[in-house]
């Protein structure tokens, strides 16, 4: 099994920055791809970003593209997502999840394993 620890949560102003952390331990040489969900109050989980843990390559939603970065720490097994420029509408509790499989969409229903969630609220 793989657990995954989320870190980050805070209260910023809109246009400020927030920087959240992922840890994974246990079984974690299983795990192809780790990212981001998040879901708003009244609202479904929807997909933020990813990266493939071999190589790299990062994935984005519209909605977050150009504002936010994710990035991995491979020595520390560590998925970041760095946001900036935040807008109230970014506001939702976050989400960590890893795959141990990779495919050309990440969707909520494929993810193995998922974080408790860290709370990202943002004022206007």
């Known amino acids: 099994q793989v657990q995954l620890v989320e870190s980050g949560a805070g209260l910023v102003q809109a246009g400020g920055s927030l920087r959240l952390s992922c840890a994974a331990s246990?079984?974690?040489?299983?795990?192809?791809?780790m990212g981001w969900f998040r879901q708003a109050p009244g609202k479904e989980r929807e997909f933020v970003a990813r990266?493939?843990?071999?190589?790299?390559?990062?994935s984005y939603a519209d909605s977050v593209k150009g504002r936010f970065t994710i990035s991995r720490d491979s020595a520390k097994n560590t998925v970041y997502l760095q946001m900036n420029s935040l807008k109230p509408e970014d506001t939702a509790v976050y989400y960590c999840?890893?795959?141990?499989?990779?495919?050309?969409?990440?969707?909520?229903?494929?993810?193995?394993?998922w974080g408790k969630g860290t709370l990202v609220t943002v004022s206007s």
């Open positions: 246990g079984r974690t040489f299983s795990v192809a791809a």
């Open positions: 999840a890893a795959s141990r499989t990779y495919r050309s969409t990440w969707v909520a229903y494929d993810m193995d394993y």
């Open positions: 990266i493939k843990w071999i190589g790299g390559t990062t």
